[in-house]
């Protein structure tokens, strides 16, 4: 535990990530956020610095854990020009855990090992309240060696650390459980959606679907929320429908279609566009029950 952690990407996962392994005897060295008051609200909590350079964060960091929202965010704060991470990384460890495309993590490994730094992926297959908990399941892809050496960390981050291979390899993986999981939501709501417009009670549908080929651990997660609107987000549809990008664009790679996650990509774009991208992905609902959404 003598290693400085620091942080970068504050938001709801990134700041009960950090929470926890303050709380597990871990030094939380510094933090970073383009939001510099939450940075600077969480630095005091945890005993840390806010610092106000990526470059800031290296300097003062062990390992760095980095939770950001896309493939730019990812490629801004690993740039060559400027602030960056890698400004004195000689020596650090990078810890991504973003669901960003795989090619990005393959860009900054090699960015970090030019820089004489290393950088694994640790996708998370979990929410808000597993990451207070540290109970993540995380998929790590990378340098073996490189994973064995932030192994403590991550395993106080989780309940389960799956390796699964060299970089790119877990956000190929976290890109398909995040498929199949809008998959999931999206039907889920599409027949909780038919069920109101046939005058079915909803509590019941959701029980017998609970015992049937319907089931999924989405209904246990979102049925309820659907069923009464209560779309506080644990996972955003904005992200849905950037994570469903991300497998499509894999599909296409691949020479595959793929209609489900196209179908269920433009649902969750449509919620985006209609304002609705920071609802929970269980806000999709929204969309599917007659008396909700204006059907055009």
């Known amino acids: 535990m003598d290693a400085k952690i620091g942080f970068v990407g504050l938001g709801r996962m990134g700041a009960n990530m950090a929470r926890r392994l303050k709380d597990c005897g871990f030094a939380i060295a510094a933090v970073y956020d383009l ?13 840390a610095v806010a610092s106000p350079t990526l470059a800031g964060v290296t300097a003062l960091s062990d390992v760095v854990i980095t939770v950001v929202t896309d ?53 998370m297959a979990s929410s808000i309240t597993q ?9 790590v892809g990378g340098r073996k060696a490189v994973f064995e050496s932030v192994k403590a960390i991550l395993e106080k981050l989780s309940t389960s650390v799956r390796y699964v291979g060299q970089a790119g390899e877990a956000a190929k993986l976290k890109a398909l459980v995040n498929m199949v999981m809008n998959i999931n939501t999206a039907g889920l709501a599409e027949g909780l959606g038919l069920a109101s417009a046939l005058g079915l ?50 599909g296409e790679a691949a020479g595959l279609q793929l209609p489900l996650a196209t179908a269920t990509k433009a649902q969750f774009q449509r919620m985006v566009d209609a304002g609705l991208g920071e609802l929970d992905k269980s806000g999709i609902a929204e969309l599917t029950f007659r008396e909700r959404f204006p059907s055009k």
């Open 35 to 47: 939001n510099q008051e939450t940075a600077v609200s969480l630095a005091e909590e945890l005993g």
């Open 71 to 123: 493939d730019a965010a990812m490629r801004a704060i690993f740039g060559g020009l400027g602030d960056s991470l890698l400004c004195g990384a000689q020596g650090r460890t990078f810890i991504n855990c973003a669901t960003v495309s795989p090619a990005v993590h393959l860009e900054v490994e090699a960015s970090a090992e030019k820089a004489g730094a290393y950088a694994i992926e640790g996708c």
């Open 131 to 139: 990451a207070r908990e540290g109970s993540l399941y995380l998929m």
């Open 201 to 250: 009670d909803l509590s019941m549908v959701r029980e017998v679907f609970s015992q049937t080929g319907a089931a999924s651990r989405v209904l246990e997660t979102d049925g309820e929320d659907m069923q009464s609107r209560d779309h506080a987000c644990f996972f955003s549809a904005a992200h849905a429908a950037k994570d469903s990008a991300i497998a499509l664009q894999l």
